[in-house]
């Protein structure tokens, strides 16, 4: 039974407490292991062997920092330019990845080929996409370059090889599969119906649906303001508070949206008007999903859409399914795109574009068709 920083209880009732004491060419750890009859004696001889480590790497701790130090520096540097859902991602992703590779490395140790290790490790032994790779080297990178600023030394700058991203085209539903869903939303429809019909009719994101508030929609002008969104960060545990093995809580909050272009006004369709005034409440404050001071969790919204999917028997879908389809369909209704691109919240064309519209083969053959013969047959 693992209690804490990699401490297990044996079968022998023994504790085991290990630690990485060195790395192989493939960028794997190599482990050191301690035992002790209670869980506070195995841990703490681990603690030593990784102090008299880090000792003999650096006999003068105080006066040159690791990398681990320059992690936390940049962020305390950058936070207060960071949103927090930002800064709760760059910490999660020192934390998980960046610190315990680099452990105990000094500024002038950090080589390309360690770079190279981290990379392998990132995708080959952690199996992260390589998405979740570039943005974590990308942070990497900002993190070296702090370093060679700070540390006084005249260290070199390091290439860093980001993984090649494959795209893939984003799920969008057929015509049939939108509207078996639609018809399942409108039986019955409860707030929870409500709000993965509202994505699907605005192309809102989930936090956006969680965090609209009654006083964010004006039925005079019909129309929603998009101006906050509900994120679930992490925040780090105090002592009196049940242990996690990462050290890290979450919790809800509210707060201002993805980008500035998110915050939008979306004009009212008919059918969500109605649907609005249906489930309007007296106080303009209370959240529109759930008519009090708390807003839904957007995994209680998740899980309520996983379950119309089964019912429905559409797979591979998931909550942003619903903004790539609506996108679709915009694009299919004629849309201009600059319209569309506000409606979204994307900060440029080229994003609704490339990630959003992707016309199905009867809309190409249309446009097709619409070119002339140039031969005779």
Known sequence: MARGENVFRRKDGRYEARYIKGRRADGKPVYGFCYGRTYEEAKGKADRAREEMASAKRPDHSQSPDVACFCDSWLSANSARL???SAAKYRMDMENHIKPYFEGKLPCEVRPEEIEG???MLLNGKGLSPKT???ILTLLRSVLSYMRK???ENLPELEIAYPKESRKNARVLDKKEEA???MLLAQEMDSCKFGV???LRTGMRIGEVCALRWRDISFESAAISVCQTVLR???KQTDSETFRKDGFRTALVVGPPKSESSLRVIPLMPDIAALCERFRPEDPEAFLLTGTARCMDPRKLQRRLKRYLEECGIPEAHFHTLRHTFATRCVEAGFDVKTLSDILGHSNIGITMNLY???DLDLKRENMSRLKPMISL
């Open 197 to 199: 019909y509202l994505a």
């Open 118 to 120: 981290f990379t392998r």
């Open 233 to 235: 960060l992490p925040q």
């Open 133 to 135: 790779v570039r943005s």
């Open 357 to 359: 519209v992707h016309p």
């Open 150 to 152: 700070q540390s006084g």
């Open 180 to 182: 078996m869903l639609a």
């Open 83 to 85: 949103k927090p859902s």
